[in-house]
């Protein structure tokens, strides 16, 4: 890693709040600011631009996430050419962009240098207390008159609110993982740590979706798990259990609305029908796949419409973070899973490698992490099933920084045991 100098630093910055800023303005910037769309395509100029230059000029702090990000890249590029060939539609520029912005965020997180630890934990608590502060006066009520585009839907007077992070469930996801990035990052500040976590979780339960509340239930036993195995460390588990439980405490308080809120997001009949179109559409995508032998080799990547929000008639070009988005067209044809989009895109085949890379050049730089590693099995085990957000920068960004977290915890203790 070559020595820093100060417009190098200035660009890391640059790169890092262009991402943060995006983050505390993403849902006012799609739907209430005139040009907001544009603070989104702005960041991907700054975070590509910086990315370029440190790379050219040999600023590379974890070189196991750059050859992961680069072999991902081109196998993309490369698999997405050569299936496009037998194919009617040669959607070349899609396969470019959506290689190229997925792979974005890990090609960030390779030259972006330990020594930012301490801002990034500020900007991380400054954009879970946002969200916590949104979905917590939102739920009341109290920002239906400063942009109606934020409440999403309404259960026993409690309302469901999108946040600074994306909808409901989406911005509740990627909260989670930032909250985790967090953890990892932080070993010092116990009250604020604790502040935090009940703030961030009275607003996840709030989100009222019902893959976060899994993943609330599986962090609580995540954290039971390493108390109990007392294993001495900067990592304490106890301190977060408390902030769960003070957290759990202030909503059963609250039981006569939220309780009843909970109850009636469970009951309600259009989360039936919900459940009944996400099968149909699981069901649909499948005979897609079937039918066109997609499983195998798939569409090539960023071609498949099973993850788009524009209807298939539409070239889907720069979706994701596409001014042609609109939230009536986003239940069209997305069977809300990531593993399905895969194998429709890139295949069995495609599947297996991406996960070889995965194994081979993340997993040993997280292995000693306190959260990136349970980070990454949560994904796996919630988000890749019931969403596709994962193939939007936004979340892209939030989980290549809970790997980046746990790289650096994982260096800590091995220099330690060294």
Do not use: C
């Not at 390779?110 to 990034?120: C, E, M, T, Y």
Request: proline share 3%; charged share 15%; net charge positive.
């Amino acid at each position: 890693m070559r020595r820093r100098t100060k417009p190098i630093t200035f660009l890391i910055y640059a790169m890092l709040l262009s991402i943060f800023i995006r983050w505390w303005l993403y849902w006012e910037a799609l739907f209430s600011i005139p040009i907001g769309p544009y603070l989104v395509y702005f960041s991907e100029f700054v975070v590509t631009g910086g990315v370029l230059i440190l790379l050219i000029n040999g600023y590379v702090e974890i070189r196991n996430f750059t050859k992961f990000a680069i072999l991902l890249f081109y196998f993309l590029l490369l698999h997405g050419f050569l299936v496009t060939l037998f194919r009617e539609e040669y959607r070349i520029l899609d396969i470019i962009i959506s290689a190229w912005y997925v792979t974005l965020p890990f090609l960030f997180i390779s030259v972006l240098p330990f020594a930012q630890k301490k801002i990034l934990k500020y900007l991380l608590a400054l954009t879970l207390g946002w969200f916590s502060i949104q979905v917590i006066f939102g739920s009341l009520g109290l920002l239906i008159g400063i942009s109606q585009t934020l409440v999403y839907d309404e259960y026993a007077n409690v309302y469901r609110v999108n946040n600074t992070l994306g909808g409901p469930t989406a911005g509740a996801q990627n909260a989670f993982l930032l909250l985790l990035t967090f953890l990892e990052l932080d070993t010092d500040h116990r009250k604020l740590k604790i502040i935090l976590v009940v703030l961030v979780l009275v607003a996840l339960i709030l989100n009222f979706s019902r893959s976060v509340w899994i993943e609330i239930i599986l962090l609580t036993g995540y954290l039971l798990y390493k108390s109990l195995k007392g294993k001495t460390s900067s990592f304490r588990p106890r301190e977060v259990l408390y902030a769960i439980i003070i957290g759990g405490l202030i909503i059963f308080l609250q039981r006569t609305s939220i309780f009843v809120a909970i109850q009636a997001r469970l009951s309600k009949v259009s989360t039936t029908e919900s459940d009944i179109r996400r099968l149909n559409k699981i069901s649909y995508a499948i005979g897609v796949i079937k039918t066109y032998n997609y499983q195998w080799f798939g569409t090539g990547f960023g071609t498949s419409y099973l993850r788009s929000w524009i209807p298939e008639s539409t070239k889907p070009i720069l979706k994701g973070f596409s001014s042609t988005f609109t939230l009536s067209n986003y239940y069209l044809l997305s069977p809300h899973n990531t593993y399905l989009v895969f194998l429709g895109e890139i295949g069995f085949v495609g599947l297996l490698l991406v996960f070889g890379l995965f194994i081979k050049y993340i997993y040993p730089k997280i292995k000693f992490s306190n959260f990136a590693l349970f980070g990454v099995f949560v994904v796996l085990a919630t988000t890749m099933m019931t969403e596709t957000t994962l193939f939007l920068p936004n979340s892209l960004y939030a989980f290549a920084m809970l790997l980046w977290a746990g790289a650096s915890s994982t260096i800590k203790r091995t220099e330690t045991q060294i």
